[in-house]
């Protein structure tokens, strides 16, 4: 059974930082592009960030650029999300997500075909 568990989100105060982890299972997703979505209550899921399977290329929504890093250990079958300088607007549940084959579509909900349940990141201001 494939599984996606997200850990690590939490209540912090602005400009504090929480370090996500996506802990896969079922199969190894080594040759998979990763990728990170949240959802803010009454928003649709928007794209965070996504790693494709080395590890070489990686894209970030602009509203993170420069706060967010995301990377992976294939060893371990896990990616992580640093967030830091966290903002009151980063508030949301955080969702990873794996592909076989995105494309172009990494920053789309549809390209995805497996997903965790979700972790609580909310940020106070």
């Known amino acids: 059974q494939v599984q996606l568990v997200e850990s690590g989100g939490g209540l912090v105060q602005a400009g504090g930082s929480l370090r996500l982890s996506c802990a896969a299972s079922?199969?190894?997703?080594?040759?998979?592009?990763m990728g990170w979505f949240r959802q803010a209550p009454g928003k649709e899921r928007e794209f965070v960030a996504a790693?494709?399977?080395?590890?070489?290329?990686?894209y970030y929504a602009d509203s993170v650029k420069g706060r967010f890093t995301c990377s992976r250990d294939n060893a371990k079958n896990t990616v992580y999300l640093q967030m830091n300088s966290l903002k009151p607007e980063d508030t949301a549940v955080y969702y990873c997500?794996?592909?076989?084959?995105?494309?172009?579509?990494?920053?789309?909900?549809?390209?995805?075909?497996?997903w965790g349940q979700g972790t609580q990141v909310t940020v106070s201001s």
């Open positions: 079922g199969r190894t997703f080594r040759n998979d592009v």
């Open positions: 790693i494709n399977w080395s590890g070489i290329s990686i």
């Open positions: 997500a794996a592909s076989r084959y995105t494309g172009s579509g990494y920053s789309t909900v549809r390209a995805y075909d497996y």
